[in-house]
C-alpha cells in the first residue's frame, strides 16, 4: 500500500497528491525553504551544475510545483524549459511567480501527469525533478516514461529526499521531521496531513542503491547517487 496523504479518503496516490499540494501551493514556497532553512535553494543549483557541460537546450521539469527548479535551469542558458505539474493550484502561484520575473516566455508552465507525458519520444535534452519522484503513484511507470521522453544522450537529474544512515544525523533528522516539521507545516498550511505526509513518503521512498536499481531497471545507464548535507538528500543521474 503506498503512502498517500489523506487516509481516510478513498482516492488513489495521484488525486490525493494533486488535492494536497492544491490546499498549500500559496504557502509553498515559503514553508519549502522555511523548513529546510534554505539549504533546498543550494541543492538545486548543484544537481543544475551537473548539466552545464551538456548544454541541454530543451529541458522538461518534471513536478514543477512553483517552478523554482525550472529557474534554476535557466543557469544552462536553454532555449526552453517546461514545467508539468498535476497540481492547478500550485501551476498558478507558478504562473504568477513567471510573470512576475519576466520569465514566462522561457519559461512554460503546464498541466501533466508525470507517468503519462504528452509529449513524444525523444523530445528533450534534459528531463529534471527536484522532490517529485516520491510522490509518484508509479515510481517505474514515472520513470519509464521520463525516459521515453529523453533524448539518446540525453540526461535526467533528480533531486530528492534521503535517510540519513549516520549517528547522530540520523537520530536528529528523524525527531525534525516526525515533530518539528509536521508541526511548524500544520501551523502555517493549515493542512494537517500534507507535512505528516512528507516524513511518511520519505520513509517510504527506496533512496540509494534502491533507487539506482529502479532507474536501471527503466533503461537509464551511468547513473549515480550523490548524496547531499550528511545524505539528508541525494541527487541522482541517469544517461539515456
Not at 551537473?50 to 521539469?61: E, G, V
Not at 519559461?107 to 509518484?136: H, P, Y
Not at 540525453?154 to 509536521?182: A, C, R, W
Amino acid at each position: 500500500m503506498s503512502v498517500v496523504p489523506y487516509k481516510e479518503k478513498q482516492e488513489g496516490k495521484k488525486e490525493q497528491v494533486a488535492e494536497m499540494f492544491n490546499n498549500i501551493s500559496k504557502k509553498y514556497d515559503f514553508l519549502n525553504h522555511l523548513l529546510s532553512l534554505g539549504i533546498d535553494i543550494t541543492w538545486r543549483k548543484k544537481a543544475i551544475k551537473l548539466l552545464q557541460k551538456d548544454k541541454p537546450k530543451l529541458i522538461l521539469d518534471i513536478a514543477t510545483g512553483t517552478g523554482d527548479f525550472a529557474i534554476e535551469a535557466l543557469a544552462l542558458h536553454p532555449d526552453k524549459v517546461i514545467g508539468v505539474d498535476i497540481s492547478a493550484g500550485m501551476l498558478e502561484e507558478g504562473k504568477k511567480k513567471m510573470k512576475k520575473r519576466k520569465l514566462d516566455h522561457i519559461i512554460d508552465l503546464q498541466m501533466g501527469d508525470s507517468e503519462k507525458l504528452l509529449f513524444e519520444d525523444n523530445k528533450f535534452d534534459a528531463v529534471i525533478v527536484s522532490f517529485g519522484v516520491r510522490n509518484f503513484e508509479n515510481l517505474e511507470k514515472g520513470l519509464s516514461d521520463m525516459y521515453r521522453v529523453l533524448k539518446p544522450g540525453g540526461k535526467t537529474v533528480i533531486v530528492e529526499f534521503s535517510k540519513p544512515k549516520k549517528f547522530p544525523m540520523k537520530q536528529g533528522y528523524n525527531f525534525y521531521f516526525k515533530y518539528i516539521l509536521p508541526q511548524i507545516g500544520k501551523l502555517v498550511s493549515k493542512d494537517n496531513a500534507a507535512y505528516t505526509y512528507l516524513p511518511e513518503s520519505v520513509q517510504a521512498f527506496p533512496d540509494g542503491e534502491n533507487f539506482l536499481s529502479v532507474l536501471k531497471k527503466v533503461g537509464f545507464k551511468q547513473t549515480q547517487c550523490k548524496p547531499l548535507t550528511f545524505g539528508i538528500s541525494s541527487i541522482y543521474i541517469g544517461e539515456k
